[in-house]
């Protein structure tokens, strides 16, 4: 799990989740590119993080969009974002015994109820569901920390920008396999803005 | 042991490879070809051990080759590089892995020029500029302050012999020999050949 090095955070807010990650992807100590997607849109109001290993987040990435898309031919809908919890769930425990490398967060506004929805699993796909925040990657600790300091209930959603923001700017400047950059979803039942933030490139 | 460098300039991508075959302490062979030709506009660099190498470079343009009899068109480079992808993501959970490291160079309309990192893992990332090997650790620097988005051929190429040269210069392992090609819309060519004098 330390071989590339990542960071994934999600946060609930009033009405609206965000989920943020980091950008570099480097062999241990070696940085080899600053735009390295992690974080992945699974239908218009979900999105799904991954940490790990490079590869397994590529692969289980590809093999999460190909149920997401059979699921949404099948039932004429999307999946909502505890069901997609269940999925990845079941496609991360589908190889318990020679595992993906890889921690999902799964961040999402229920299209029906308009309720905002978090979760994290580990890497066979055992869930939680917390009501204010999951954090993945390297940084763990470090975003614990930052996320226990700064998360307040009821964020509106410029609030809950400027507060994930911090907390993992602040998380991966204190971890050496993360950072060069980092991009913030917010998602509001009515739309997602997506901002880059700009950090230390070291 | 081996260094694979790349670069992409605005309307080609340069990629350049080592030339030395070494087994153990021995060099046998100090003018191999780590290219290979996978389409018109389509080529790597690919480095490895045992024998994978080669073998993983004449799968890959075999079946880049029969995709384009089968499907009448070629793979351009990200479906290229995707397919390469797969196919190391599975070896390497399976019995015996390729054990490769690669550069994927290549043009084409829709992407304008590409480079691909791609390692034994199924790592892929698309890059303005990388390299494998320990000459990375001398070369990503270089290419840090000297690549700009819209570099020329020759701006490229003279960013390439620079990597080159201090390769040469402070790496203990001896590399004489190196191969430098360009990929653009007019194909894959040979650039250079900085051979050691017999």
């Known amino acids: 799990m330390e071989m590339n090095g990542s960071a994934v955070v999600a946060m609930v807010g009033k ?3 965000a989920i943020a990650a980091d950008r570099r992807f480097g062999v241990q100590a070696q940085t080899v590119s600053c735009d390295f997607q992690k974080i992945f849109p699974m ?54 015994f020679g595992p993906y490398f890889c921690e999902p ?4 506004v229920d299209s029906t109820t308009g309720k905002p929805y978090i979760s994290g699993c580990d890497l066979i796909g055992c869930p939680v569901e917390p009501a204010d925040f999951v954090v993945a990657g390297t940084s763990t600790d470090q975003l614990f ?4 300091a700064v998360w307040k209930p009821d964020l509106a959603p410029e609030e809950l920008f400027e507060t994930i923001s911090q907390a993992i700017l602040s998380a991966v400047d204190r971890d050496a396999l993360a950072g060069w950059g980092a991009i ?10 997506t901002r880059t933030l700009k950090g230390r490139m070291d | ?24 302490i021995s060099v046998m062979k100090h003018d191999q070809t780590k290219m290979h030709k996978l389409g018109d506009n389509l080529a790597m660099v690919i480095s490895g051990n045992a024998g994978d190498p080669a073998i993983f470079g004449d799968f890959m343009q075999k079946n880049l080759a029969l995709y384009k009899i089968k499907n009448q068109y070629a793979l351009g480079p990200h479906g ?5 992808r797969r196919t190391l993501a599975e070896s390497i959970r399976s019995r015996r892995p390729y054990s490769v490291s690669l550069l994927l160079a290549g043009m084409s309309e829709d992407e304008g020029s590409a480079l691909y990192y791609m390692d034994y893992l199924g790592s892929l990332a698309k890059i303005p500029y990388g390299a494998h090997g320990y000459g990375a650790y001398f070369s990503l620097s270089i290419m840090d302050r000297l690549h700009k988005e819209d570099c020329s051929r020759d701006e490229a190429i003279a960013i390439i012999r ?37």
Not at chain 1, 184 to 193: C, F, L, P, R, S
Not at chain 2, 8 to 22: F, G, P, Q, R
Not at chain 2, 167 to 191: M, T, W
């Open chain 1, 184 to 193: 913030v979803h917010i998602i509001e039942k009515d739309g997602v803005t």
């Open chain 1, 15 to 17: 009405d609206c989740v």
């Open chain 2, 1 to 24: 042991m081996e260094s694979l460098l790349g670069i992409t300039a605005n309307d080609c991508v340069i990629i350049a490879a080592d030339s030395t075959t070494a087994h153990s």
């Open chain 1, 43 to 96: 239908g218009d109001r979900v999105f799904v993080g991954l940490t790990g290993l490079a590869t397994d987040i590529i692969t289980v990435s590809q093999r999460l969009k190909f149920r997401s898309n059979i699921y949404k031919l099948k039932e004429h809908r999307e999946l909502s974002p505890k069901t997609l919890t269940a999925v990845i769930s079941n496609l991360l425990y589908e190889r318990r």
């Open chain 1, 105 to 108: 967060i799964v961040a999402g």
């Open chain 1, 145 to 148: 920390g930052m996320c226990e």
């Open chain 2, 162 to 198: 620079e990597c080159i040269k201090e390769i040469q210069h402070r790496l203990i392992i001896n590399l004489p020999s190196f191969k430098i090609y360009a990929v653009s819309k007019d194909g894959v060519e040979e650039v250079e050949d900085l051979s050691m004098q017999e």
């Open chain 2, 80 to 84: 290229a590089a995707h397919y390469i």
